[in-house]
């Protein structure tokens, strides 16, 4: 008992610290807990086949998936423009429209959705955003109390209850909690957040990189970009190759890209992006991208019996009417020619780009010069810009070549920001249906085969890019912490340190009646929120409340919801939870303005939860 004491301690003291890593914090007690043999390897390694801990793994790769879509975005910029100028309008949309992406995305993706959104609806209506960005970190946490998914305390205490062999919580058995608590959220906030008056610091203006399309625009490839539909079956291009066409040599137009379709669906996107590669074939219904004279393009397309489309012509299956450069399939980038470059003197077709690398080059920037003509035949100067295109994965492949040039930025970073908007109908069905096979219990399939089905069918369906994407959406650290500290309730139990704790609290407030010994299960929680995350806090503290319940002969549940409450309403600290330290920059918060603002509210909550629960989940 006092060596788990011990690391209980010294693991505390870490996390509160927070100079060593959380996650290897977690292991190296576990690695504690083996060596002093107060858990057997079999115990200690049963955290990271914890059926919590997968789903949580496959709810991250589910929020992925309706990130990358632009599902989410979609539906919050929709919802966030009825708010107008009105500033009651808008503070009640952030905590609604928050609160109910909340309840099936992770807090802290929820948070990083929004919190460009709120930022410019707030300069629209003339609003400080200060006022807005605390109460939108709160309202995701208040989101997440609504369902069994929205944090994970919620299922911890699920899991707890579960394996002491009571029913476990349902989808929706966290409602009417997570709606009370923003009822109370917004009818504190409303006033409250007044406190948090506009600051008279003057904003330093970072400038971010150029977006895709800030780099399209400033080239001007757009004013140069044509679309030719091979429409007639009876075209000479059709079962030729670019090459075979002798496009440039013959025109001298540059094929961008070619665009063909997939199926009849109207409600996914069915139009594939492209290089026109040497060796592809075209067919009928090809649309080809082109950059050139328009006269000589005009005479490409009359020569081999070419539909010409203006700009209020759809392209095939519905697709956009507008010629633009779209990013799914293939991006853009810069690159600078260093001095040291073989490349210097010679022209853009004897540098081999597209036979080397499988890149096209849009436009060469020298100088204040924009050049968008006659690219192959332009020779490379030293410090030309060259802005290329071609798949993200050749993109990133140039940077190899670094004693030719610099690649501007970081193309697979960029890739990752560019939203699958033809994926977010997918994105919504396997979304939806998961919530269906979770909440109808008539339907025989674990909550746990639900989600890891669902992250499947998101990677399947590419809604999230690739497998490779689908772990990067997983916060490994979230992941490991959990499954490492998840051993620590098991030695609590083993060694009898939840029985002395539970009994302690029993002893000293059981006497005055649950309601009481529930205050003080909600205030222990709520105080180590503070200063541990309320991950561990919940694997900490829901064993203690489930054997307090136990000695004194009512139901756990109420002390279960007691438990989940506490650990995920902590507003008092910037670092108790991730919404709130995401919001402290962009809201230019200081520590006291959370204290001001956030310990009130967490008071507040107690009060409200400790009379409310009981009504709820009689003892």
Same mark, same amino acid.
């Given at each position: 008992?006092?060596?788990?004491?011990?690391?209980?301690?010294?693991?505390?003291?870490?996390?509160?610290?927070?100079?060593?890593?959380?996650?290897?914090?977690?292991?190296?007690?576990?690695?504690?807990?083996?060596?002093?043999?107060?858990?057997?390897? !079999? #115990?200690?390694?049963?955290?990271?086949?914890?059926? *919590? +801990?997968?789903?949580? /793994? %496959?709810? $991250?790769?589910?929020?992925? @998936?309706?990130?990358?879509?632009?599902?989410?975005?979609?539906?919050?910029?929709?919802?966030?423009?009825?708010?107008?100028? !009105? #500033?009651?309008?808008?503070?009640?949309?952030?905590? *609604? +429209?928050?609160?109910? /992406? %909340?309840? $099936?995305?992770?807090?802290? @993706?929820?948070?990083?959705?929004?919190?460009?959104?709120?930022?410019?609806?707030?300069?629209?209506?003339?609003?400080?955003?200060?006022?807005?960005?605390?109460?939108?970190?709160?309202?995701?946490?208040?989101?997440?109390?609504?369902?069994?998914?929205?944090?994970?305390?919620?299922?911890?205490?699920?899991?707890?209850?579960?394996?002491?062999?009571?029913?476990?919580?349902?989808?929706?058995?966290?409602?009417?909690?997570?709606?009370?608590?923003?009822?109370?959220?917004?009818?504190?906030?409303?006033?409250?957040?007044?406190?948090?008056?506009?600051?008279?610091?003057?904003?330093?203006?970072?400038?971010?990189?150029?977006?895709?399309?800030?780099?399209?625009?400033?080239?001007?490839?757009?004013?140069?970009?044509?679309?030719?539909?091979?429409?007639?079956?009876?075209?000479?291009?059709?079962?030729?190759?670019?090459?075979?066409?002798?496009?440039?040599?013959?025109?001298?137009?540059?094929?961008?890209?070619?665009?063909?379709?997939?199926?009849?669906?109207?409600?996914?996107?069915?139009?594939?992006?492209?290089?026109?590669?040497?060796?592809?074939?075209?067919?009928?219904?090809?649309?080809?991208?082109?950059?050139?004279?328009?006269?000589?393009?005009?005479?490409?397309?009359?020569?081999?019996?070419?539909?010409?489309?203006?700009?209020?012509?759809?392209?095939?299956?519905?697709?956009?009417?507008?010629?633009?450069?779209?990013?799914?399939?293939?991006?853009?980038?810069?690159?600078?020619?260093?001095?040291?470059?073989?490349?210097?003197?010679?022209?853009?077709?004897?540098?081999?780009?597209?036979?080397?690398?499988?890149?096209?080059?849009?436009?060469?920037?020298?100088?204040?010069?924009?050049?968008?003509?006659?690219?192959?035949?332009?020779?490379?100067?030293?410090?030309?810009?060259?802005?290329?295109?071609?798949?993200?994965?050749?993109?990133?492949?140039?940077?190899?070549?670094?004693?030719?040039?610099?690649?501007?930025?970081?193309?697979?970073?960029?890739?990752?920001?560019?939203?699958?908007?033809?994926?977010?109908?997918?994105?919504?069905?396997?979304?939806?249906?998961?919530?269906?096979?979770?909440?109808?219990?008539?339907?025989?399939?674990?909550?746990?085969?639900?989600?890891?089905?669902?992250?499947?069918?998101?990677?399947?369906?590419?809604?999230?890019?690739?497998?490779?994407?689908?772990?990067?959406?997983?916060?490994?650290?979230?992941?490991?912490?959990?499954?490492?500290?998840?051993?620590?309730?098991?030695?609590?139990?083993?060694?009898?340190?939840?029985?002395?704790?539970?009994?302690?609290?029993?002893?000293?407030?059981?006497?005055?009646?649950?309601?009481?010994?529930?205050?003080?299960?909600?205030?222990?929680?709520?105080?180590?929120?503070?200063?541990?995350?309320?991950?561990?806090?919940?694997?900490?503290?829901?064993?203690?409340?489930?054997?307090?319940?136990?000695?004194?002969?009512?139901?756990?549940?109420?002390?279960?919801?007691?438990?989940?409450?506490?650990?995920?309403?902590?507003?008092?600290?910037?670092?108790?939870?991730?919404?709130?330290?995401?919001?402290?920059?962009?809201?230019?918060?200081?520590?006291?303005?959370?204290?001001?603002?956030?310990?009130?509210?967490?008071?507040?909550?107690?009060?409200?939860?400790?009379?409310?629960?009981?009504?709820?989940?009689?003892?």
């Amino acid at each position: 008992m006092i060596a788990t004491l011990i690391i209980l301690l010294v693991s505390a003291i870490l996390f509160v610290s927070g100079k060593v890593r959380s996650d290897l914090v977690a292991l190296c007690a576990l690695l504690a807990l083996l060596l002093c043999q107060i858990l057997t390897p !079999s #115990e200690a390694l049963s955290g990271f086949s914890n059926t *919590t +801990v997968i789903m949580m /793994i %496959g709810l $991250f790769i589910v929020g992925g @998936g309706i990130f990358q879509t632009g599902l989410a975005k979609m539906i919050g910029s929709k919802v966030m423009t009825l708010a107008g100028n !009105s #500033e009651l309008r808008l503070f009640l949309l952030v905590m *609604t +429209v928050t609160s109910a /992406i %909340g309840m $099936f995305v992770s807090n802290t @993706g929820t948070v990083a959705l929004m919190l460009p959104i709120v930022v410019s609806m707030a300069a629209a209506a003339g609003s400080s955003p200060r006022r807005l960005l605390m109460p939108l970190a709160f309202a995701s946490s208040m989101g997440g109390m609504m369902t069994l998914i929205g944090t994970p305390p919620n299922l911890i205490v699920s899991d707890t209850l579960q394996n002491a062999g009571y029913e476990p919580l349902g989808f929706f058995s966290f409602l009417p909690v997570g709606l009370l608590t923003l009822v109370v959220g917004v009818l504190y906030l409303l006033p409250a957040t007044r406190m948090l008056a506009p600051k008279d610091k003057s904003k330093e203006n970072r400038k971010s990189g150029k977006s895709l399309k800030d780099l399209v625009s400033e080239y001007g490839v757009t004013d140069n970009l044509f679309r030719v539909h091979i429409k007639d079956n009876a075209s000479k291009a059709i079962g030729s190759t670019v090459v075979d066409l002798n496009i440039y040599r013959e025109y001298g137009i540059n094929v961008l890209e070619l665009r063909r379709s997939t199926g009849q669906n109207r409600f996914v996107r069915t139009v594939n992006q492209q290089l026109a590669s040497p060796d592809l074939t075209l067919r009928q219904n090809d649309v080809l991208y082109l950059s050139g004279d328009p006269e000589m393009i005009e005479k490409f397309a009359s020569d081999y019996s070419l539909r010409l489309l203006d700009r209020h012509t759809d392209e095939i299956d519905g697709s956009s009417s507008n010629a633009s450069m779209d990013f799914f399939d293939i991006g853009v980038a810069e690159i600078l020619i260093m001095p040291t470059s073989s490349m210097i003197n010679r022209t853009v077709i004897e540098a081999g780009f597209r036979s080397k690398f499988s890149v096209n080059v849009l436009g060469i920037r020298r100088k204040k010069e924009y050049i968008l003509n006659d690219l192959g035949g332009q020779k490379i100067h030293e410090g030309d810009v060259l802005l290329v295109q071609g798949a993200w994965k050749d993109i990133a492949r140039m940077k190899n070549e670094s004693s030719n040039w610099v690649v501007l930025g970081e193309p697979l970073q960029e890739a990752a920001k560019v939203t699958l908007d033809h994926k977010a109908p997918v994105a919504a069905a396997i979304m939806i249906a998961m919530i269906v096979m979770m909440v109808v219990e008539s339907i025989p399939v674990a909550p746990v085969t639900s989600v890891l089905l669902a992250a499947v069918l998101m990677v399947v369906t590419g809604c999230v890019r690739s497998v490779e994407a689908a772990y990067k959406t997983i916060n490994w650290q979230t992941i490991v912490l959990f499954a490492a500290m998840l051993p620590m309730s098991i030695a609590l139990e083993k060694t009898g340190v939840s029985e002395m704790i539970s009994g302690a609290i029993v002893t000293g407030l059981g006497g005055s009646g649950p309601r009481l010994l529930l205050a003080g299960i909600y205030a222990a929680t709520s105080v180590m929120t503070i200063f541990i995350s309320n991950t561990v806090t919940a694997v900490l503290m829901a064993p203690i409340a489930l054997q307090c319940a136990v000695q004194i002969g009512v139901s756990p549940v109420p002390f279960m919801f007691a438990v989940t409450v506490a650990a995920s309403m902590c507003f008092a600290s910037p670092f108790s939870t991730p919404p709130n330290a995401l919001v402290m920059s962009a809201g230019q918060y200081t520590f006291m303005d959370y204290v001001k603002v956030g310990l009130p509210l967490q008071i507040l909550m107690g009060v409200v939860m400790v009379f409310a629960l009981p009504l709820l989940f009689p003892f």
